[in-house]
């Protein structure tokens, strides 16, 4: 007989319910987030109009390792007028995903500002960001180099840990790299804020 404690962590571990993420959709409104949510959901193009208050799906998706995880998306209206609920829906979320348009040069600056504020609430300190560069399949999209200097990823703080990721979300391409980063970064959070509590 191993120890009781041991047998019970790996009984946990293997429940699905732990392998469930809250995860909060977020950008400007036309970046692409519900097209990126249907392209996860349904693996096809959904033509969508803009999200007036909120969408929510559950998925499972399949990573790399054949793991299969289930992400609980919410993906956020992203017109002006909507933008001050983002608080109240990132609240408890295990991730954010930030969706830009990468053609969108214009409002990068507006992108940044709404980036910066969402990772500076007090409850975010820490939730890994998965910025979801999208649209890159477009002639003039900027590349990520660009972007992650007019996002200012750098001064992002030091405690939020992030991932640029290239995608055409209608085609597809790239989400699952993403999500998959995403994943390793909830996981590296959740076992650092366990070892925290084991010190206290």
């Known amino acids: 007989m191993g120890n009781g404690l041991s047998d019970q962590t790996s009984i946990l571990s293997s429940l699905p319910s732990f392998q469930s993420f809250h995860i909060v959709i977020l950008g400007l409104d036309c970046a692409g987030k519900t097209t990126v949510l249907y392209r996860l959901q ?3 193009f959904v033509n969508t109009v803009p ?18 995880v289930t992400f ?8 002006e007028k909507l933008r001050p609920l983002w608080k109240s829906y990132t609240r408890c979320t295990d991730g954010i995903v930030f969706v830009v348009d990468s053609v969108d040069v214009e409002r990068m600056e507006e992108a940044k ?10 409850e975010n300190q820490g939730v890994p960001v ?3 560069a999208n649209k890159q399949d477009l002639r003039n999209s900027l590349s990520l180099t660009e972007i992650e200097k007019l996002l200012a990823m750098g001064e992002l703080s030091s405690s939020t840990p992030w991932h640029l990721q290239p995608t055409c979300a209608i085609i597809g391409d790239g989400l699952k790299e993403g999500l998959e980063k995403l994943h390793d970064m909830i996981i590296k959070r959740r076992k650092m804020l366990r070892q925290q509590k084991k010190k206290r």
Request: glycine content about 10%; hydrophobic content about 35%.
């Open 130 to 132: 998965l910025i979801v």
């Open 51 to 68: 999200t007036k208050g909120f969408n929510t799906e559950k998925i499972k998706v399949t990573l790399g390792n054949s793991k299969t």
């Open 42 to 44: 349904f693996n096809e």
């Open 113 to 122: 500002t709404e980036l910066h504020k969402i990772t500076r609430i007090s």
């Open 72 to 79: 609980h998306f919410w993906d956020v209206g992203g017109q």
